[in-house]
């Protein structure tokens, strides 16, 4: 199946943290999306293996993804050496997206750093003809980051997810064991990604995003390259505030 967009995190959650909204407004476009995360995300202090499994599933289906891949990197270890390029570099020709997203490369989290540098990498070198895998060749025609959380830098654009917010919020709850507060008392440590402030500031990022476009909720990325623009006025739509 040849996608239109491919999105890469280093665990399960990280693209919809980041991008649920973006991936939810692609696929009401009807377009093709895929999510791959690299681990299964074996370090996480909560939640089985099993139990993991079928929050992804849930949120998958919510998401209405029409592939979702899982490798087999070490969570916590996601490094970017010859083995793991030739895993992703399979990934990118299998699917072929026109677009690619991951993380930025300045992130706290060493996975997501790695993350971020391999994928960029691989959608280069997936496009050499005389690098040989299974697949045949190909180069997605763009690389769009998104940020760990917060966007420390103004972002290259935003993608506006007011109307899919609701959504947005359903698949995060997916994630049941790593983000529902509730079972603070038998499940200690109590960790951050099971707090108030955390659902307070995933809100918050949504808002500031959105702010800088003129709407309630945004989605903040950023582009390596400048972007082509086919149409100004199109793009322009909504009158900054
Ligand atoms: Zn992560």
């Not at 918050?204 to 003129?214: F, N, Q, T």
Request: proline share 5%; glycine share 6%; hydrophobic share 40%.
């Amino acid at each position: 199946m040849k996608l239109d967009v491919m999105a890469f995190g280093a665990h399960p959650d990280d693209c919809e943290l980041s991008m649920g909204g973006t991936l939810l407004v692609l696929k009401n476009l009807s377009y093709r999306v895929g999510v791959c995360d690299l681990s299964s995300g074996e370090l996480g202090t909560y939640g089985s293996g099993s139990e993991r499994k079928k929050e992804l599933e849930r949120a998958s289906e919510i998401l209405s993804l029409d592939v979702r891949l899982t490798l087999d990197f070490v969570d916590g270890n996601v490094r970017n050496t010859d083995e793991n390029r030739k895993k992703v570099i399979q990934v990118i020709r299998k699917y072929r997206p026109t677009i690619v997203f991951s993380f930025v490369d300045d992130t706290r989290h060493p996975d997501h750093l790695n993350v971020g540098k391999l994928v960029k990498e691989c959608s280069f070198l997936a496009g050499l003809k005389k690098l040989n895998s299974d697949f045949l060749p190909h180069r997605p025609a763009a690389f769009f980051r998104f940020p760990e959380l917060i966007p420390w830098e103004k972002p290259d654009f935003v993608v506006d997810i007011s109307d899919v917010w609701d959504k947005k919020l359903a698949v995060l709850r997916s994630f049941e064991s790593q983000f529902t507060i509730g079972h603070e008392e038998t499940e200690p440590p109590q960790t951050f990604l099971k707090s108030k402030e955390f659902w307070e500031l995933i809100e918050a990022k949504a808002r500031l995003a959105g702010s800088m476009i003129g709407v309630r909720y945004g989605e903040p990325f950023y582009s390596d390259r400048p972007l082509r623009i086919l149409d100004p006025v199109a793009i322009s739509s909504k009158e900054f505030i």
